[in-house]
């Protein structure tokens, strides 16, 4: 909300993914920790919170870095799928939070050439990926447009935080009391929830 304010507008819910990611890497420069440092500065009435907090949203090293030193009792699970996986999943959710706005329209556009087009596509996907996306896109009937707006959002996100860099500071740096990587992409939502709430000890 401080940096709305900062920018003349007042305190709303940005719908825009890449509007969001703006505004969290302009935090993480101000703050390094990020999210994290976010977390460091709430304040929990233990006569309510009950005996675990959860929290989401940690991506990046910083992020992980600095949650790590400041809750040194936490655990860690990182829930990872491939960028296809994901890419999949958010073609499929439909949901309003991951809307974006595009620079131009994509109308009228061959699908793999609208892909291609998206700024630093090529150091998320591989062409091979890029070409069996178009294909399975094309046989879905899915709207160019769309299909380049969340691949836009993956991209976005990677040029925003770095995953892989995260879990592998997670993994050597913790415990594996204290950390648990889950491969979402192998497993149904069910397997996934009973193997965390096991890990978790939570009945």
């Not at 178009?134 to 991209?155: M, T």
């Amino acid at each position: 909300m401080s940096l709305q304010h900062e920018d003349g507008y007042p305190p709303t819910p940005v719908t825009d993914r890449v509007k969001r990611f703006e505004y969290t890497a302009r935090y993480r420069a101000r703050y390094p920790g990020g999210m994290a440092h976010a977390l460091s500065r709430l304040a929990v009435d233990p006569a309510g919170a009950g005996s675990l907090l959860l929290f989401d949203g940690l991506r990046g090293l910083n992020e992980v870095q600095h949650a790590a030193t400041y809750f040194p009792q936490g655990h860690f699970i990182v829930l990872d799928a491939p960028d296809t996986v994901r890419l999949a999943r958010l073609l499929k959710r439909a949901d309003t939070f991951d809307s974006i706005r595009l620079p131009a329209s994509t109308e009228g556009q061959m699908m793999l050439t609208a892909l291609i087009s998206i700024p630093d596509i090529g150091t998320v996907f591989s062409a091979e990926q890029l070409r069996k996306i178009s294909q399975a896109a094309h046989a879905a009937a899915l709207p160019v447009d769309e299909v380049v707006k969340k691949a836009s959002i993956i991209v976005e996100e990677r040029r925003n935080y770095d995953s892989y860099a995260a879990r592998a500071y997670l993994t050597s740096s913790l415990t594996c009391k204290q950390v648990l990587v889950i491969d979402t992409a192998r497993q149904p939502p069910e397997a996934v929830t009973k193997q965390v709430m096991e890990w978790l000890n939570i009945k």
